[in-house]
């Protein structure tokens, strides 16, 4: 694996984002830390993947049933700038066979060091999506989960992730939406006001509408067929699916056969 050599090449890499979370730390998995914004937006994600991969990859020609013990077994999941094995995790609890990549060494070193804690198997890997399609890698599932915006290539990016999607197989991205709605709550809200994430964390500037990236997704081969908003409900302090995709958003796509 080429791993930290794509910072010294033109990639889509953003060395100053990989910096950032690269110092986080052991605190990626704090719950009440840097990464608590993360820790609580990961359930309504984790149920978006649960319900998509149950309806697309059917076994016997009927849908996966989403309360058996391991509903994503079989299915091979890349998770594209896995920082420290926040989603990872639960997915390879419900089965899944993870290969997870980040960039940032310390970020590995912290997923590989919980996960053999936890006794998961996940394959933790320290490269980019592009060293790894370089290699012809192919998976049921790639997923590029609040890392979009942080990526200096969208168009490209999209190109390396997609490659890795099998016929059939899907790719689902969640980002942030470049409305004056989402500078107000995701940045000056979530990064000053309530101190959700620390400051710095996003910039506005990288942001990509959902044009913007079924555009790059079309031009990777692959076919829109789901998007969704994603709001915070305050009464009940969580995180939910709905219509409006001004701010968060979840989009997927999938390789025709």
Known sequence: MAGQESLRRGTTIDPEEVERFDRIGAEWWNPDGPMRALHKFNPVRLSYLCDLLCRHFPVEGKPRDRRAPEPLRGLKVLDIGCGGGILSEPLARLGAQMTSIDPARGNIAVARDHAARAHLTIEYLCTSAEDLSAEGALFDVVLAMEVIEHVRDVPAFLQHAGAMVRPGGLLVAATLNRTLKSFAFAIVGAEYVLRWAPVGTHRWSQFVTPQELAKASRAAGLHIIDETGVVF????????????????????????E
């Open 233 to 256: 409900d305050p009464l009940s302090d969580q995180w939910r699916l709905w219509r409006d995709m001004d701010i968060n958003y979840i989009m997927a796509a999938d390789r025709p």
